[in-house]
């Protein structure tokens, strides 16, 4: 377990320095200051980060369309009251990370590699370095949607999202890297905003609460509602993520408070701005969805402007904007982590290219990756966009099991082990997301094959 | 990268040296009290033990795994069928 003493009692020598730990300590001394002299906020806001980060992340461009497109659908009932059930299971999950990263100052990847041996931990990145490349590209398309509103075409889309790449990794600062995105992801707000120009009726998003209409349509239909949008709160990469980044930002077990905080209003805000793209997808249910079927999503701004008005279709185009700008940052950061991880190099935002070749080759090569499927003529680009939740449901149950365990392992956390309440969530959490994804996934083979009708 | 920055005993051991330390050395001192000492990258890289997993739980792991990768090949074949 991770000591809570003080680094460097005097006398005692420290283990040779690093840039890594000079930058980290910069940081950490901020925070020190800030408790003694009790100002709370500063403390709060020295603090907050990663929760908030993984969470808005994961509001990323896919996961917007599929609340608006269930709101096109479907209209408010049940999915109201479903997305914030969602974004709780989420917090139980990434609450998990932000502690055992808090607390083994390790990220995932390197310590279910080292504590459960190689094969797994390979699995482990494998299953994100898939996940992550699918969902990349759809958060490429989701800026390219945003930006077809606006007269905009593919290549500006990837010279956009490249360079936000380039510049938040050219600071050599975990913090700096933070706080840009951090106040990028804040637009997500956007859609919040974009709900209030469809002028919903506050009455039946209050009435939707009780979980009714449940939606209707086929068995397959309804395993993939629930799959995709499973998959558009909690993912694989936030937890390679929020557990990495809680490391690198030099959290230690007196900061599981904050960082629950953190992790608290990141979820809450996600939810909110989650209902709000749900609510301005539900404007367009009275059209029968027009201007979304057939292009899966696409014609999303377009259909608002002709439901609600210019500025809602602005206000959400520029959203699909941000929720793929911000996505693209977070998750080349979790590959890059686990690709550090895993190869067993630095792998810091602290550290500079030159000592994390492979950190900094991973998040700008994953990106650059994605950025190039976008250009291909004829991708089935927006297929991709809407299986990307979908693989991200079936392959999360392996990475909720081995954070379930290192949360449990006495030996890495101490006293900070799950409470007996928070495994029994948590394996909820997982036969739930395990069952819905194994279903689809079943029901559509079975549906593909012919197999049954 | 090792920084050429001296050790925290080397400034404060009262025998070593009389001359105050350069202000940047001194700065870079402070700060690194503000570390814990596992926060270190010399800690860090040290992998942690291995857990001995039972028989059980390696079994259920693995029976998971392939699960869940015959799982994902079925959506991965659902997605190429639903684009002919």
Known sequence: ?453 | MKAPAPTIKAHRDPLVGETPPAPHERFDDEMVMDLERDQFVAETSRPVARASLSARATSALWALRVFVVLVSLMVIYTFVHQLR
């Not at chain 1, 992550?132 to 398309?141: G, K, P, Q, R, S």
């Not at chain 1, 027009?290 to 899966?296: D, E, L, W």
């Open chain 1, 1 to 453: 377990m991770a000591s809570t003493e003080a680094a460097a009692a005097p006398g005692l020598a420290l283990p040779p320095l690093t840039e890594e730990d000079l930058a980290r300590s910069h940081d950490r001394s901020r925070v020190h200051h800030a408790r003694r002299h009790r100002k709370r906020w500063y403390l709060l806001w020295l603090l907050v980060g990663p929760g908030i980060l993984a969470m808005l992340g994961e509001n990323d461009g896919p996961s917007m369309i599929a609340y608006a497109s269930d709101g096109a659908q479907y209209g408010l009932g049940f999915f109201v009251p479903f997305i914030p059930v969602l974004f709780a299971m989420a917090y139980i999950c990434q609450e998990m990370c932000m502690r055992v990263g808090a607390v083994t100052h390790r990220g995932y990847g390197e310590l279910v590699l080292q504590r459960y041996g190689r094969v797994w931990g390979w699995f482990g990145a494998g299953d994100l370095t898939l996940t992550n490349l699918v969902t990349l590209v759809a958060e490429f398309v989701s800026i390219r949607v945003g930006l077809a509103y606006f007269h905009l075409g593919s290549g500006v889309a990837v010279v956009l999202g490249l360079a936000l790449v380039a510049f938040t990794l050219s600071g050599g600062r975990y913090w700096r890297w933070e706080r840009i995105v951090l106040g990028l992801a804040l637009f997500n707000g956007l859609f919040l905003l974009a709900a209030i120009l469809v002028k919903p009726d506050v009455g039946g998003i209050v009435g939707a609460l009780d979980f009714t209409p449940f939606p209707g349509g086929s068995f397959n239909t309804l395993l993939l509602l629930l799959a995709s949008t499973i998959g558009a709160t909690v993912t694989p990469w936030m937890i390679f993520f929020q557990q990495s980044a809680s490391a690198d930002k030099g959290m230690t077990p007196s900061d599981v408070a904050h960082g629950r905080y953190d992790t608290a209003a990141g979820a809450v805000l996600a939810a909110i701005f989650g209902i709000g793209a749900l609510v301005a997808g539900a404007a367009l249910l009275t059209h029968n969805g027009s201007g979304i079927q057939g292009f899966a999503g696409a014609g999303f701004p377009e259909a608002l402007k002709r439901v609600a008005g210019g500025a809602a279709g602005t206000v959400f185009a520029l959203g699909l904007i941000e929720a793929g700008a911000v996505a693209i940052l977070t998750i080349s950061a979790s590959t890059a982590y686990a690709a550090g991880e895993c190869v067993g190099v630095s792998h810091s935002f602290n550290s500079s290219p030159g000592n994390a070749y492979v950190f900094y080759a991973a998040n700008a090569g994953v990106a650059l990756v994605a950025a190039v499927v976008i250009l291909i003529p004829g991708a089935p680009l927006l297929s991709i966009a809407l299986n990307a939740n979908v693989l991200a449901t079936v392959l999360l149950p392996v990475s909720l099991v081995f954070m379930v365990m290192l949360a449990n392992d006495e030996g890495l956390m101490g006293r900070w082990v799950n409470k007996r309440s928070t495994n029994a969530i948590g394996i909820a959490v997982i036969a739930f997301v395990g069952l819905c994804g194994a279903s689809y996934g079943i029901d559509s083979f079975l549906l593909s094959v012919h197999l049954i009708s």
